[in-house]
């Protein structure tokens, strides 16, 4: 595609059964943009729905040209798929990233785009109070305030990657070559203007949360080793820590050993324990980091498409950006 002929602006939907809400987005992310005078494409990216997304998509592909779609072979998870959209999409502006179930409402793409226009290189929509299950809340807050502690850069509570990014931005990420790339982290790392506006995230529209208590870990774990290379120096400070708590304990057991009383031996297995459980931790920690970087090393993919539709071809068939 030309860049006389590509849109604008990419409007990028990742989904994952999203039957129900897929042609109600892409409507309501279509009115939006038209109202912002700007021209441009909505691109699906599917990985794996086996409720009909797919052909439903397809559906509006066949009626409307501007609406695009890449089929995974397979799930890759939340930081992979979108990211891979993202750096697909052909918009010679910005590209903006939103969900499909209304949680991130579109209503606010004016706004994005009218701050981007006045000068913001990244605008994020930031979460300032969403109805959910306390113990998602409190999860939250002890995953902020670890990437706070450890992460290598600031992290924006209440960010999801809501939001539109310039098209340099983008370009420069793409340049990253991350394999699990936690593109919000990213956004903030790469020090281009940011702004971010508040708002209250509603329920779904439609259809069931495809997050749960297992792939909250998963995604923070990930994100946590692509962004946190103080993790490395953990173990150090443990072993420094655990060694002197060793050495006090000892000397606790053997005056207590000394005055005839017994439990020493239980305390010093427990503290033996306690130091096995640390060093567990953090090898695995540390193991998560050097699996990034062996997918850097392997050049793995993002994702592996199945198809993709109405992407324009260029001159030797095959999709562009491809």
């Not at 508040?198 to 995604?219: E, I, M, Q, W």
């Not at 993919?301 to 109405?310: A, G, H, K, T, Y």
Request: net charge neutral; aromatic share 10%; charged share 20%.
């Amino acid at each position: 595609m030309s860049a006389a002929t590509a849109p604008e602006i990419s409007a990028v939907i990742p989904c994952l059964n999203e039957a129900e809400n897929a042609a109600n987005i892409a409507a309501a992310v279509g009115t939006e943009l038209a109202k912002a005078g700007v021209t441009y494409e909505i691109i699906f990216i599917d990985n794996g729905s086996i409720d009909g997304t797919v052909d439903i998509v397809k559906s509006l592909c066949e009626s409307d040209p501007r609406i695009r779609l890449i089929v995974n072979n397979q799930n890759y998870g939340q930081m992979r798929s979108p990211t891979h959209a993202i750096y697909q999409a052909t918009g010679t502006g910005a590209v903006i990233g939103i969900c499909a179930d209304f949680q991130d409402p579109p209503e606010m793409l004016g706004e994005f785009i009218a701050r981007w226009r006045a000068g913001a290189m990244i605008v994020l929509g930031v979460r300032h109070a969403e109805d959910v299950w306390i113990g998602t809340k409190l999860l939250r807050d002890v995953g902020y305030g670890f990437f706070k502690r450890f992460a290598d850069y600031r992290v924006i509570p209440g960010a999801t990657g809501f939001g539109l990014y310039d098209r340099r931005v983008v370009d420069t990420l793409r340049e990253w070559r991350e394999p699990e790339p936690f593109f919000r982290g990213m956004l903030v790392e790469s020090g281009y203007r940011l702004e971010t506006i508040p708002y209250h995230r509603p329920p779904r529209a439609g259809g069931t949360s495809k997050n749960n208590f297992f792939t909250l870990v998963d995604f923070a774990i990930s994100s946590l080793a692509g962004s946190s290379r103080n993790l490395l120096r953990l173990p150090l400070y443990a072993a420094v820590i655990t060694g002197l708590t060793a050495g006090t304990t000892a000397l606790i057991a053997l005056i207590v050993a000394l005055t005839g009383r017994s439990g020493w031996l239980w305390l010093a297995w427990a503290v033996g324990q306690a130091a096995f459980s640390l060093l567990s931790l953090f090898l695995g920690l540390i193991g998560e980091q050097v699996r990034v970087l062996a997918q850097v090393a392997r050049n793995v993919p993002l994702v592996i498409e199945q198809e993709r539709v109405n992407f324009p071809a260029r001159s030797d068939g095959s999709s562009e950006r491809g």
